[in-house]
């Protein structure tokens, strides 16, 4: 006999619509996972929703730079599922420039989408998750979260942050057996990159990083892998 829906385990992730979170989140179907996550373009959402003929995928498109419409998503989630076993804080984007010369608003924009929305996540989560047997935080932070480097800016510092705030939940979180875990990315194979002119072989493919999250969930839960440094084989670009 199927386990019914409120019996399967469940993972959140966000900005999984593409990318890195469109990956984790195929994968963890694969794996009999009730999958919930959001995407901010219509298409994406769609084009995900299309892909799926489980019934265990609910994606719905949600503005993450709002912190009311991302808690009203999650206080959505937590009327359906109200145990959560994986948190993947996925979503964020990049944007080149320096401190001195950043047009106005980036800092903010970076800081809300790579920041701001992973915490106000990550605490509303926490109640579901406090509920699971097992349950598991990932962060995808970026190696800029360790290194800073020209043209970086307020992507970097916004990575910065995002690492800090995990290292964090990790301490916050040992007594109650919540595992937390930061992934330290190179350059992925995602749309950051459309158009760099570089060949695929160059970058670190969604599929390996999705892979990397599943293996660590599957360790037995006295032991937790704190961080995953990956890069492309060629290094860093």
């Known amino acids: 006999m199927k386990p019914s829906a409120e ?13 890195i979170g469109r990956a984790v989140a195929l994968r963890f179907l694969k794996e009999g996972f009730r999958v919930f996550t959001c995407g ?19 994606v719905e498109k949600v503005n993450l730079e709002s912190k009311a419409e991302l808690l009203a998503w999650i206080a959505g989630i ?3 599922c109200p145990t959560l ?15 001195e010369t950043e047009e106005e608003g980036v800092f903010e924009k970076l800081m809300a989408l790579n920041l701001a929305a992973s915490y106000h996540t990550s605490r509303a989560c926490l109640p579901m998750l406090r509920k699971a047997e097992k349950a598991h935080i990932f962060s995808v932070c970026s190696t800029a979260s360790i290194m800073a480097y020209p043209n970086g800016g307020s ?17 916050e979180l040992k007594p109650v057996g919540i595992r ?23 970058f670190i493919c969604s599929e390996d990083v999705a892979e990397s999250i599943f293996s660590a969930w599957s360790l037995a839960p006295g032991s937790v892998v704190e961080e ?3 890069r492309p084989q060629l290094g860093d670009i």
């Open 155 to 171: 992507y970097c510092i916004s990575k910065f942050g995002l690492l800090g705030m995990t290292k964090v939940l990790r301490e």
């Open 180 to 202: 937390v875990t930061s992934l330290i990315l190179g350059a992925v194979n995602t749309d950051s990159w459309a158009g760099a002119g570089l060949p695929a072989e160059r």
């Open 78 to 80: 937590e009327k359906i």
């Open 7 to 19: 019996h399967l385990p469940s993972i959140l992730i966000t900005g999984g619509t593409r990318g």
């Open 40 to 58: 901010s373009s219509p298409v994406s959402v769609e084009a995900l929703r299309a892909e799926d003929s489980s019934g265990r995928l609910h």
């Open 85 to 99: 076993n994986i948190l993947v804080n996925n979503a964020g984007i990049f944007l080149p420039g320096s401190i």
């Open 228 to 230: 995953i440094l990956m």
